[in-house]
T-cell receptor, first 117, second 112 residues
Framework: GAGVSQSPSNKVTEKGKDVELRCDPI?????LYWYRQSLGQGLEFLIYFQGNSAPDKSGLPSDRFSAERTGGSVSTLTIQRTQQEDSAVYLC???????????????FGPGTRLTVL | GENVEQHPSTLSVQEGDSAVIKCTYS??????FPWYKQELGKGPQLIIDIRSNVGEKKDQRIAVTLNKTAKHFSLHITETQPEDSAVYFC???????????FGRGTSLIVHP
């Protein structure tokens, strides 16, 4: 079946503009994660959604970052007033969460490469 | 919280050699340890995982070992091929978190 999809694949924006990044998880997966990956760096956790529970926003770097997940499926990550340091690849992952907490495999999308000029 | 250290950051080998990547973790409650492979321009993909009730797991040329006492786990790739070239990430999930902690990644280069 289809994997996790993200759009756009690339986004170039000017400093100060707002951007929206979209993630379509695997159908039926209840958990959804957003990560940020800067050039040559590891995966920085941003936010986690699980079903109808309140999201875990503990990784969001500032109040310019927000995310929502509508109907328990598609998620949108919004960055307001973008800064050059926001330039990175933003990865989305989903997980079925059918097993024990923290033990389910994450399936990653291809990412959105964001460049802030 | 959990802390995962991954070494080396870069590993260069000749085709046919073996490659070993090591990770240590801090939380003794961690019970799930996946390894992901990230090719250029793509998202990470799971290649193998191990749970805390076993010490070793193999899948063809790939194996993972876990030492719970020492709190470290390793990825072993035998008979490396150029297509194994990628960035490899380890991760650990502790018993109380839905959010795995990732290592910083190892760039593996296999020279033909």
């Amino acid at each position: 079946g289809a994997g996790v999809s993200q759009s756009p694949s690339n986004k170039v924006t000017e400093k100060g503009k707002d951007v929206e990044l979209r993630c379509d998880p695997i159908s039926g997966h209840t958990a959804l994660y957003w990560y940020r990956q800067s050039l040559g760096q590891g995966l920085e956790f941003l936010i986690y959604f699980q079903g109808n529970s309140a999201p875990d926003k503990s990784g969001l770097p500032s109040d310019r970052f927000s995310a929502e997940r509508t109907g328990g499926s598609v998620s949108t990550l919004t960055i307001q007033r973008t800064q050059q340091e926001d330039s990175a690849v933003y990865l989305c992952a989903s997980s079925p969460m059918a097993g024990q907490r923290g033990t389910d495999t994450q399936y990653f999308g291809p990412g959105t490469r964001l460049t802030v000029l | 919280g959990e802390n995962v250290e991954q070494h080396p950051s870069t590993l260069s080998v000749q085709e046919g050699d073996s490659a070993v990547i090591k990770c240590t973790y801090s939380d003794s409650a961690s019970n799930y340890f996946p390894w992901y492979k990230q090719e250029l321009g793509k998202g990470p993909q799971l290649i193998i995982d191990i749970r805390s009730n076993v010490g070793e797991k193999k899948d063809q040329r790939i194996a993972v070992t876990l030492n719970k006492t020492a709190k470290h786990f390793s990825l072993h790739i035998t008979e490396t091929q150029p297509e194994d070239s990628a960035v490899y990430f380890c991760a650990a999930s502790d018993g109380g978190s839905y959010i795995p902690t990732f290592g910083r990644g190892t760039s593996l280069i296999v020279h033909p």
